[in-house]
């Protein structure tokens, strides 16, 4: 045998795909992105694809035969859509799991208050950032408020920066000139999280006599559009996301640069995979779509809750099938991704191991820090099934982890999958600049993640 034949090594696959239908996927993808930058906004995206494509809400108790599309809303910030199969849910089913949500700035509960002439927000971050990172660029505010008044409740959605006619919102830094103390602290302390106070206005209310007449005018504009008043922040959902669009990086156009790849550049492929998968599959195919994977998956909408199991208990039952039963035989690609290999930071990758940009999608074994802690381990067996899926397909793949074994690592939602008795592994895009407010993909592999995931729903 040739060498060639004997090795492994990772190259670009630029000769497994046409460049137009990776453009094209792109430029989906790229929509989807500006769209949905908070969870609430991909759910909601994601059912009017889903229902594009012929899926319909899923009502408990609800007749179901192969071929069916359904799908099922979880309060809002996750959402769950399957394709019934020929087999019995005995015999399990391939699934799908990715995550919804993204690093962001979110408001406090109390969050308006007043200081020097100025109106701010303050904020808690959400999930792990750079806090650097996220002071000095344009930022919209994004969420729900439900405004309480005489007794009715009534949920008042909030979009203000993304039209580029609208204001925008930002974090101030501290100017080179007079940042030479700050300068001198380590990274993670130059910008301490209770700085992270979100400017809104200065334009005081004509009421003068007032002891916070810019808060007062700040409150009075947000009653004008929404109808809410200060104690209507104890009920609302707002956070800060950056205030750009997703773009073409590089001058050959390969990149994606944008927010929340991590980790919508793989929760759009696995979705539109399963809209876009033709005919009847053999086994039933899930693709499962949480919120609060960047907080640790607890919560009613993250992937420790039992919404998951509720669901496919539901679809059990209606075949007559016990849920631990389906468990044991279905198979999951957690789909999250992992990082990909830098050269400008070389000393914290393990070049052999980690994921290269244009090199496919990446199957990530383990992931965890260190000791392998709080990861979920797939078996040779399944290592072994995904790969012959993919090469039978034509799918350009390699594999990927986090970095060297001390510099840290991560976790993904796939032991929360392998905790249901689950074969689980995981398989994901590679990104650079992970949890930056600007980060980067290769078009070749987020569209070679969108083949992987229909050849592993068609297997």
């Known amino acids: 045998m040739t060498s060639e034949q004997l090795f492994y090594d990772k190259k670009p696959a630029f000769d497994r795909a046409g460049a137009q239908a990776v ?39 609800q007749a179901l035969k192969p071929g069916d599309r359904i799908y099922q809303v979880n309060r809002a910030k996750g959402i769950t859509l399957a394709v019934i199969g020929e087999k019995s849910l005995a015999e399990g089913v391939h699934l799908t799991a990715a995550h919804l949500d993204a690093p962001r700035i979110d408001i406090r509960t109390l969050p308006l208050y007043e200081t020097e002439n100025m109106a701010f927000f303050k904020t808690h971050y959400y999930g792990g950032i750079k806090k650097y990172q996220w002071t000095a660029i344009p930022l919209e505010l994004r969420g729900v408020v439900c405004v309480c008044e005489n007794g009715e409740i009534r949920k008042v959605e909030v979009s203000i920066g993304a039209d580029p006619s609208e204001p925008k919102l930002v974090i101030t830094d501290l100017l080179p000139h007079l940042a030479s103390e700050q300068m001198q602290k380590k990274m993670t302390e130059g910008i301490k999280g209770e700085g992270l106070n979100v400017l809104v206005g200065s334009r005081p209310a004509e009421d003068q006599d007032e002891k916070s007449p810019v808060k007062l005018a700040v409150m009075r504009w947000l009653n004008e559009k929404y109808g809410m008043k200060e104690a209507d922040f104890l009920s609302a959902e707002l956070s800060c996301v950056p205030a750009f669009n997703a773009c073409d990086i590089g001058l050959d156009r390969s990149f ?7 980790d919508r550049c793989c929760s759009y492929p696995a ?27 607890d919560g009613v909408t993250g992937m420790q ?39 400008n930071y070389p000393d914290v990758s393990e070049k052999r191991n980690d994921g290269r940009v244009n090199c496919g999608f990446a199957l990530v074994k383990y992931t965890g820090s260190r000791g392998k802690s709080g990861t979920s381990e797939a078996t040779a067996e399944l290592m072994a099934r995904i790969r012959n899926i993919f090469d039978q397909a034509g799918v350009a793949w390699q594999t990927g982890q986090l970095g060297k074994v001390d510099q840290g690592g991560g976790g993904t939602v796939a032991m929360f999958l392998a905790n249901r008795n689950i074969d689980t592994v ?12 600007f980060e980067v ?18 297997a």
Do not use: W
């Open 305 to 343: 809750s039992r919404h998951f199991d509720t669901f496919m208990g539901d679809l059990c039952r209606g075949q007559g099938v016990l849920l631990d039963e389906c468990f044991e035989n279905s198979v999951c690609l957690s789909a999250d991704v992992c990082n990909a290999f830098d050269p």
């Open 23 to 61: 453009s094209a996927y792109a430029e989906g993808y790229k929509a989807f992105l500006d769209r949905a930058k908070t969870e609430r906004d991909a759910v909601k995206e994601m059912s009017a694809r889903a229902e594009r494509a012929g899926f319909v809400p899923y009502r408990r108790g």
């Open 441 to 458: 993909i290769s078009k070749l592999d987020l569209y070679m993640a969108f083949r992987g995931f229909g050849a592993f729903y068609r």
């Open 271 to 297: 979705a539109t995979a399963l809209m876009e998968l033709e005919g009847t599959p053999s086994h039933t195919c899930v693709c499962l779509l949480v919120d609060k994977e960047e907080i640790g998956s």
């Open 256 to 262: 994606i640069g944008g927010y929340g790849h991590d």
């Open 426 to 437: 995981d398989a994901g895009v590679p990104v650079l600049s992970m949890h930056a407010p």
